[in-house]
């Protein structure tokens, strides 16, 4: 049996945090690299798909761009996302979405989708939170069809539109769930 003597303890800790200092911190990743290419993806496939959301997008003074949120339930259920929040067409900052949801159901699903900040005060408490929850003061358009999607967009007076699009999977249930938006360094 050996005994750990101080300097060997020392030692062996400072080896340990020159491992551990280089992992997942974001910086020098490719992570945001590939979040943009996605949001980029997703914005062209959206503004393809439904025309009318390239209006929509030019009143918004932010877009909050998700390109892939994967959700399973059993009973309880979670997903979860990454992506990037856009002023003016530029990336200010990025993004995870978190959600919860508990009640009868079963599946898996993803799908895509955007937050327009149609207000200042909607963008800026946003962006001032530590971690912002949906609420109630979003209007939730469901892809439909491109005519439905377009008079509920261009007629809304919501602080906040989100729109919902390229599901893909099967998720049945009925749910009581949330999703919570945190910024994040990828």
Not at 52 to 63: E, Y
Not at 91 to 114: E, M, N, P, R
Not at 131 to 146: K, L, M, S
């Amino acid at each position: 049996m050996s005994i750990l003597s101080r300097r060997g303890f020392t030692l062996g800790a400072l080896g340990a945090a020159g491992v551990t200092a280089a992992c997942g911190n974001g910086i020098g990743s490719q992570g945001s690299q590939r979040i943009d290419a996605r949001v980029d993806t997703t914005l062209d496939y959206l503004y393809r798909t439904y025309p009318s959301t390239r209006t929509l997008a030019d009143k918004a003074t932010g877009v909050l761009v998700m390109p892939l949120v994967t959700e399973a339930g059993f009973g309880i259920g979670g997903g979860y996302g990454r992506g990037a929040l856009r002023i003016d067409n530029m990336t200010v900052d990025y993004y995870s979405a978190t959600k919860g949801s508990v009640g009868l159901q079963i599946g898996a699903q993803q799908f895509a989708h955007v937050l327009f900040f149609m207000t200042d005060a909607a963008l800026s408490g946003f962006r001032r939170s530590s971690g912002w929850a949906a609420g109630a003061d979003i209007e939730y358009v469901f892809r439909d069809v491109a005519e439905n999607l377009r008079a509920e967009t261009t007629t809304s007076i919501a602080p906040v539109v989100a729109v919902i699009f390229g599901q893909a999977g099967l998720m049945a249930g009925v749910t009581l769930e949330g999703m919570k938006y945190t910024r994040i360094i990828p």
